[in-house]
């Protein structure tokens, strides 16, 4: 396996599947390739991927259909690949818990780039206040990556883990939307609201008792967010 990565691309359109594997391969990563859904779910079952590039448009199931599969049972980062570029296409992705989205046609050099942002941030540590945070009925594991709720274990996609650290490590602060997106996402990103609104509502789905009415993660009217939790309520280990 390379350092670099090991890297699943979903794509039925042989040529760009093979000018993408041969992009990849050429700059170090380990890159495997499936045409169809049901064949990326099938490698996603035997191999264990660091990162997974997924076209929407595939000829036995939608992409959409394949990432909310594969997040029932694995945070591996997911890219979409697409020629969509609606902003309602885009937040149906991030709907699905996709974690970032790359409109085709795109530069060799910009998928890279994406690409080694995400795996940079899959792995990187940051330091914390609390190595574990309790509140109401959750438990964050930051060390072990791990969240639960109520005993059960809670799945978030590596972008939803990394932007809730973030929140956390920033807890009682008032954060912008620019300021979010550029430090989850990168300085390409800045005006992406809907992207982050949709983050945030997911994450309130997960660890609020009621996302309607949230305790902890917090909107600050045409500014942003903030994490707050009750002292008694905090933990660490």
């Known amino acids: 396996m390379s350092e670099s990565g090991h890297i699943l691309i979903v794509e039925d359109e ?7 594997r041969s992009i990849l391969v050429a700059q170090g990563f380990d890159a495997w ?17 660091d990162l997974v590039l997924l076209d929407i448009n595939l000829p036995d199931m939608t992409g959409l259909r394949v990432c909310r599969e594969i997040r029932a049972g694995s945070n591996v980062a997911i890219v979409i690949l697409t020629v969509r570029d609606s902003e ?3 937040l149906a992705a991030f709907n699905v818990s996709a974690d970032d989205y790359v409109t085709k046609p795109f530069q060799a050099a910009e998928l890279v780039a994406r690409i080694r942002a995400h795996l940079r941030r899959h792995v990187a540590t940051t330091g914390l206040a ?37 929140l956390v490590n920033n807890r009682g602060k008032a954060l912008s939307h620019r300021g979010l997106l550029q430090a989850v996402w990168g300085a390409d990103y800045g ?13 309130r789905k997960k660890i609020e008792r009621n996302p309607s009415a ?9 500014f942003g967010y903030r994490f707050t939790v009750p002292e008694e309520n905090e933990g660490s280990e």
């Open 88 to 90: 309602e296409d885009k």
């Open 130 to 166: 609390s190595d574990v945070l309790r509140f109401d009925e959750c438990v964050i594991d930051f060390p072990r990556r791990t969240i639960t709720r109520q005993g059960e274990r809670i799945s978030l996609s590596p972008k939803q883990f990394q932007l809730l650290r973030y």
């Open 191 to 203: 005006e992406e609201t809907n992207l982050l609104h949709a983050f945030i509502a997911n994450l």
């Open 214 to 222: 949230p305790r902890y993660i917090l909107t600050i009217p045409w």
């Open 33 to 49: 390739a499936a045409q169809t859904g049901a064949e990326a779910l099938n490698l996603i079952r035997s191999e264990k991927f």
């Open 14 to 20: 042989l040529q760009l599947r093979r000018t993408i």
